[in-house]
């Protein structure tokens, strides 16, 4: 399971945008998966936790311009077997 990646995806209707930390840069500790500092494959760095005993996850983007402007937009997560996309509002 450490060659797994994780891709998040912003659009709307005018725009699309995905993030993937690569293969081989999240390590895996005794219930979590970590990274920091990480090149995102889309511009910007990650840092991330995902800790499986406790069901939380926890994710950065940093120096990166989200071109998905204010309003409803969709957000989708994919990690390991997880597949999740909801709609939010960006303020």
């Known amino acids: 399971m450490a060659g797994i990646a994780c ?3 912003l ?9 993937t930390i690569p293969k081989g840069r999240l390590t ?8 920091s500092n990480v090149r995102l ?5 990650a840092s ?3 800790n499986f005993k406790t069901c939380v996850f926890t994710m950065t ?7 998905i402007g204010q309003g409803e ?7 390991a077997d997880f597949s999740e996309n909801t709609d939010t509002e960006l303020p």
């Open 7 to 9: 891709n998040i995806l």
């Open 11 to 19: 659009s709307n209707d005018e725009a699309s945008q995905e993030f």
């Open 28 to 35: 895996a500790k005794k219930d979590e998966f970590t990274c």
């Open 41 to 45: 494959q889309g511009g910007g760095t």
């Open 48 to 50: 991330a936790v995902f």
């Open 61 to 67: 983007i940093k120096k990166t311009d989200i071109e």
């Open 73 to 79: 937009a969709n957000f989708g997560f994919e990690f």
